[in-house]
């Protein structure tokens, strides 16, 4: 089925074939360049903009969206055309716009502190979906969109092709380079060796959360599969055939990963890490979950923990929270909509609608 941002170009010139030439330039450059939706569209006969709207109909209708009260952080929950329902986030700041994506609807990785993974998989989403989220988003900011995070609902290495297919599209229609992009994974080391050989220098986010594998089994399944060592390997491929520094993110849970001799261990693993620019470690204080018993690390715990990672010659940042009141952690809105009784309107934020500080 043809959307709006699956079509090609010669697939719109195809719609377009009554048309004088210089429509198809005007449809592409108002929904790529300008990106405005289509009834925004005014130069176009309004006629043209029915017919196309009912010829390429968007993928994603609203569910439920909400806006954090400084207006700063918007949260949607859209459903896709086969009923999945997947999450976007949009974040500002003074100087850029980020949006961070849903690469599948639910998630098959189990990791046992996230709510998307708690849920389980659905199916993975096709490029216009994961595209469409974007632009969703820039029709309702008032700023344009400068970056797209793969943070959203869903594993992304495990979807690849979809996923790299949607980051070209995103570099090439929408003119958004891929320094701006970050895909972050959970340590799925095929897809991150085959990331190592495309020339598409996006921002890799590793998600690693304990400094050995025995803990980090109990919070990421995948651990049995593709252990620290493989994954630490993998991204320094990755770091060296991009030239980025790659993130370690790092889901602080008190009494659990976050104890002076972790982070000591942590310091020595990603202290003589060869990847291009060293580690940089994100440190994500736990965003509490129905199906898992843990808690946030306290703060000034996390600035200690910080300061270990540090003597060890690695950048570490605690993850500001922003937006706090919409909940906007991923997988969050979609679980407390479905099981309002379980989920009440918590305080808490989440990670993708964070940010380093
Ligand atoms: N599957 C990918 C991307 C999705 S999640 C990945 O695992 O990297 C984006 C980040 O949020 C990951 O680092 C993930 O571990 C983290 N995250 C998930 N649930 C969380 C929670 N409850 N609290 C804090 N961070 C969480």
């Known amino acids: 089925m043809l959307t709006r941002y699956g079509a090609t170009r010669d697939e719109l010139a195809e719609l377009l074939a009554d048309q004088p030439r210089y429509r198809v330039d005007q449809v592409w450059d108002a929904l ?4 405005v939706p289509l009834d925004d569209a005014t130069e176009l006969p309004a006629t043209l903009r029915t017919r196309l709207g009912d010829a390429l109909p968007l993928a994603l209708s609203p569910v439920v969206e909400a806006t954090s009260d400084d207006e700063l952080t918007t949260k949607w929950l859209w459903a896709t055309r086969t009923g999945a329902e997947v999450e976007a986030v949009l974040m500002r700041w003074a100087s850029r716009a980020s949006v961070c994506v849903s690469s599948q609807a639910g998630c098959a990785m189990a990791c046992t502190f996230c709510a998307t993974g708690q849920a389980g998989f ?3 989403l096709d490029t216009p979906e994961i595209i469409e989220q974007v632009l969703r988003a820039q029709h309702a900011s008032p700023q344009r969109v400068t970056n797209v995070v793969y943070m959203g609902m869903g594993e992304p290495l495990a979807n690849y092709d979809a996923v790299r297919d ?11 380079s891929a320094r701006r992009i970050t895909v972050s994974t959970v340590g799925v080391v095929p897809g991150m060796r085959r990331l190592a050989t495309e020339a598409l220098p996006v ?7 304990a400094p050995d594998d025995v803990l980090r089994r109990q919070l990421v399944p995948l651990t049995d599969r593709y252990p620290i060592a493989e994954i630490l390997d993998a991204a320094a491929e990755v770091a060296g055939a991009q030239g980025r520094r790659v993130t370690f993110e790092y889901a602080a849970i008190r009494g659990v990963n976050d104890s002076p001799a972790q982070a000591e261990a942590l310091g020595r693993l990603l202290g003589s890490w060869p990847g291009v620019g060293g580690a940089h470690v994100n440190l994500i204080p736990l965003n509490p979950t129905a199906g898992f018993p843990g808690q946030a690390s306290p703060r000034r715990h996390l600035h200690e923990f910080a300061l270990r990672l540090r003597a060890y010659g690695v950048t570490a940042t605690v993850r500001r929270t922003r937006g706090a009141e919409i909940d906007a952690a991923c997988g969050q809105l979609r679980r407390r909509t479905l099981t309002p009784v379980e989920h009440p309107a ?6 993708c609608a964070n940010t380093s500080s």
């Open 32 to 35: 790529w360049r300008r990106r």
């Open 122 to 124: 659905e199916r993975h």
């Open 166 to 176: 949607s980051i070209v599209q995103i570099r090439d229609r929408l003119g958004i």
């Open 203 to 209: 921002t890799l986010a590793v998600s690693l959360h």
């Open 346 to 351: 918590s305080s808490r934020m989440e990670p």
